[in-house]
T-cell receptor, first 110, second 111 residues
Framework: NAGVTQTPKFRVLKTGQSMTLLCAQD?????MYWYRQDPGMGLRLIHY???????AKGEVPDGYNVSRLKKQNFLLGLESAAPSQTSVYFC?????????FGPGTRLTVT | AQSVSQHNHHVILSEAASLELGCNYS??????LFWYVQYPGQHLQLLLK??????LVKGIKGFEAEFIKSKFSFNLRKPSVQWSDTAEYFC?????????FGGGTRLMVKP
C-alpha cells in the first residue's frame, strides 16, 4: 500500500496563478483533510471531507476550494494564488480519528 | 470550540536526558488525544493515542503519555532521549471527526 500520496512535491507560483494539489489514498478511508503548516502555528485545517461527494470548511478555508469526486482522491485548488498562501500543505486520511498524513507539498507564491 | 496548547516551543536536551513535553487542551466533551512527530523534512507520524481506559499510554520508540483529566493535560514523556529524537512534536485533540493541533514543540537533542 502506498498510503497517502500527494502531487506535486514542490511548486512555485506567481501571484494570481491557479493550481490544483492532488491527494490520493489507497486505504479506503472515508475522511480526508487538507492542512497547511506554517512555522510556529502547527497545522491548520483548510477543508475536509467526510465521504465521497462531500466537503466542508475548516479553520482557514478562504482562498481555497476542494472537491472529492472519488473516494480515494481529494483535490485542493487555489484559484488566484497570493503570497500569504506560501506554506507546506499536508493531506491526511482517516477511518475515524487517527489520521494518516501524506509527504506534503511545499508551495511558494512569489 | 476546542483548543490545544503546547507551552514549550523549543526544547534542547543532551542525549540520555529525560523528556517531558506539555500539552493542555480545552474541550467540554469526550476527548481523544494524540501525539504526532515530524522528523526534519518528513510528514507527521503517529507516536501514540488515547481514546479511553488506562490513562498512561505507551507509544512507539519508548514514548509514553499520561492523560490527567483533572488538569486537562496529556504530557509526552521519554526517560532517555536520543539524538534521533530530534524532531517537532505535535499534540492533537480529536473531536467531531476533526483534529485540532497544538502549535508544536521543536526538540533538539545534542549528541
Amino acid at each position: 500500500n502506498a498510503g497517502v500520496t500527494q502531487t506535486p512535491k514542490f511548486r512555485v507560483l506567481k501571484t494570481g496563478q491557479s493550481m490544483t494539489l492532488l491527494c490520493a489514498q489507497d486505504m479506503n478511508h472515508e475522511y480526508m483533510y487538507w492542512y497547511r503548516q506554517d512555522p510556529g502555528m502547527g497545522l491548520r485545517l483548510i477543508h475536509y471531507s467526510v465521504g465521497e461527494g462531500t466537503t466542508a470548511k475548516g479553520e482557514v478555508p478562504d482562498g481555497y476550494n476542494v472537491s472529492r469526486l472519488k473516494k480515494q482522491n481529494f483535490l485542493l485548488g487555489l484559484e488566484s494564488a497570493a503570497p500569504s498562501q506560501t506554506s507546506v500543505y499536508f493531506c491526511a486520511s482517516s477511518p475515524h480519528y487517527e489520521q494518516y498524513f501524506g509527504p506534503g507539498t511545499r508551495l511558494t507564491v512569489t | 470550540a476546542q483548543s490545544v496548547s503546547q507551552h514549550n516551543h523549543h526544547v534542547i536536551l543532551s542525549e540520555a536526558a529525560s523528556l517531558e513535553l506539555g500539552c493542555n487542551y480545552s474541550y467540554g466533551g469526550t476527548v481523544n488525544l494524540f501525539w504526532y512527530v515530524q522528523y526534519p523534512g518528513q510528514h507527521l507520524q503517529l507516536l501514540l493515542k488515547y481514546f479511553s481506559g488506562d490513562p498512561l499510554v505507551k507509544g512507539i520508540k519508548g514514548f509514553e503519555a499520561e492523560f490527567i483529566k483533572s488538569k486537562f493535560s496529556f504530557n509526552l514523556r521519554k526517560p532517555s532521549v536520543q539524538w534521533s529524537d530530534t524532531a517537532e512534536y505535535f499534540c492533537a485533540l480529536g473531536a467531531g471527526n476533526m483534529l485540532t493541533f497544538g502549535g508544536g514543540t521543536r526538540l533538539m537533542v545534542k549528541p
